[in-house]
C-alpha cells in the first residue's frame, strides 16, 4: 500500500538537510578541522567536549548551557536530525556549540590527538547482536579509538538505559588500565545528583516512562 506519509517526511528531512548545510555552527566531512576547533570554529582555548551519537543534540545543548566555558560538539550522521540542536543554539545564541555529520567510525581522521577533553555517550543503540558487537560504542574497537584521542585521565561518560550495554562495557574495561570516576546502576538512586545527569534528552524520557533504570558510567585511561 502506497505510504501517504512517506513523500512529506521525506521532504522535511530535505529541507532540514539543506538548513543544516547553510548554518555557520555545522560542518561535515567536507570540513578538514583536525587540529583547528579551537582556532577555525571556537575561537578560544577552552575545553572541547564531544557528545556521540548525539541525535537532536539535547545533551550537547544541555552540558553547553551548564558549562560555558566549555566547548561542545556534537557528532552524527544524521544532518536532520541535529539540526534541530544546531538551530537551538543559534536562536539561543550558545556560540560554544557545534556540530558535525561524520561516521563515529572516522572520529581520529577529524580530531587531533589531544584536541578533545572529554566524551559523552548518551542512549546509544546497544547494538545487542552479536555480528554488531564492533559498532557498539564501548567496544575495544572505540575504546581504542578514544584512548588515541583523548589519552590518559580525560574522562568518558556513558549513560544508558540498556542492561546488555552497561554490563558489556563494564566487562569489557575490566583488562584495560583505567579507574571508574563514578558508577551508578540507577542515577535516581543518588542524592544531590549533579546537574549534568539531570539532562534528558528525547530517549530517556521515553524509556523512563516505561520505568527502564538509567545507569551512568565515567571512566578515564590511566
Not at 136 to 153: A, D, H
Not at 200 to 214: A, D, F, N, P, V
Request: aromatic share 14%; hydrophobic share 40%.
Amino acid at each position: 500500500m502506497f505510504n501517504t506519509f512517506a513523500a512529506p517526511m521525506a521532504k522535511n528531512k530535505l529541507k532540514k538537510f539543506n538548513e543544516y548545510e547553510t548554518f555557520p555552527n555545522t560542518f561535515d566531512a567536507r570540513n578538514q578541522l583536525k587540529g583547528k576547533w579551537h582556532s577555525e570554529v571556537f575561537k578560544n582555548n577552552n575545553p572541547i567536549t564531544l557528545e556521540l551519537a548525539c541525535g537532536r543534540g539535547e545533551y550537547t545543548i544541555g552540558l553547553a548551557k551548564l558549562f560555558p566555558d566549555r566547548n561542545f560538539v556534537g557528532i552524527d550522521v544524521k544532518a536532520s536530525r541535529m539540526w534541530q540542536g544546531a538551530k537551538y543554539a543559534i536562536e539561543n545564541n550558545l556560540p560554544n556549540v557545534a556540530f558535525i555529520r561524520i561516521q563515529i567510525d572516522f572520529l581520529n581522521d577529524y580530531f587531533a590527538d589531544g584536541e578533545v577533553d572529554e566524551i559523552w555517550i548518551t542512549f546509544p543503540d546497544p547494538q545487542p547482536q552479536k555480528p554488531r558487537e564492533k559498532q557498539r560504542l564501548t567496544s575495544p574497537k572505540f575504546l581504542g579509538k578514544y584512548y588515541t584521542l583523548l589519552g590518559k585521565n580525560k574522562a568518558i561518560n556513558l549513560k544508558t538505559d540498556s542492561d546488555f550495554l552497561f554490563t558489556y562495557t563494564l566487562k569489557t574495561l575490566e583488562p584495560i588500565p583505567m579507574q571508574v570516576k563514578e558508577l551508578l546502576f540507577n542515577i535516581d538512586e543518588k542524592e544531590d545528583l549533579q546537574e549534568e545527569l539531570k539532562i534528558r534528552t528525547y530517549y530517556e524520557k521515553m524509556w523512563r516512562e516505561k520505568g527502564i533504570i538509567i545507569k551512568y558510567l565515567r571512566f578515564v585511561f590511566a
